[in-house]
């Protein structure tokens, strides 16, 4: 049982618009009947989900913080930087996030032939035509593979195929860090490292905050308490925020609930503290 008078917030969650498979209405109304506070929705290079999400929310007593997670590449790894309070108007990031998009759909053609070459029967069309209305990656690759009977789960089809290290992946993003990085910070947003054990360079993550991130995900439920106490020294060393969320997929990765990591609203103070100082 939480803490009478604590407030809580998940700053991690997907929808349909990008790999979540929980629609916006869906999101808020598990956030509202879990008690959260409030939530961000970070979805992969779209905003398309956050005048929904903030719609439904104003309805209910939550707060979202509209957000967004931009995918990055640097030295063949693909690195995601977090964006919160974003202004989800401003042109410029429309504009780069439209070609993000045309990236990914150009992606699932190289993987789809990948795999194809690995004799798994499937189309880039099917993977679209399955998903018409989301901004497709990886976890939409697994989910047709899942359907076709061609893997037994989607953490398979990570394993075997797509995972970052396996056969079938494609990289292919076109944003640095530092242009992710920038365009968050130009549409008036909070730049925050996403989970931060996937960098395994630490010359990458001194470099990032030379870039101007502004944050770390130090909670994140792959990270355990030493690994969050390691972000959490970083931080403090290096003045920048912290933030935590669950990374909430829907039933795109069963085993992560929204809220089943929470920290406490101070955070979202501080983030909106750090935003009027921009
Ligand atoms: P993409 O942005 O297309 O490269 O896909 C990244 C997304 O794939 C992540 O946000 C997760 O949703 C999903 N993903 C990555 N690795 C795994 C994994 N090992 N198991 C399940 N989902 C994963
Ligand atoms: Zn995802
Ligand atoms: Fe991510
Ligand atoms: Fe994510």
Redesign the pocket.
Known sequence: MDQVGVRLVDLHTHTNCS?GTFAPLKLINEAASLGLSAIAVTD?DTVAGLRPSLEVAAEKNLEVLPGIEL?AEYDGS?IHILGYLIDYENKKLLKQLDILQKNRIERIYEMVEKLNGLELELKAEDVFSAFPDSIV???HV?RVLLQRGLVSS??EA?QKYI?DTCPAYVLGFKLSPKEAIQLIRESGGIPVLAHPYTIKSDTLLLELIKEGIMGLEAYYPEHSQAVTNFYLNLARENNLLVTGGSDF?GD??PNVKMGCLKVYYELVDELKKARMKL
Request: charge should be neutral.
């Open positions: 790999d992969h995918s693909e990656g990886r976890l697994a989607t953490q990570f995972g997929h795109g990765k």
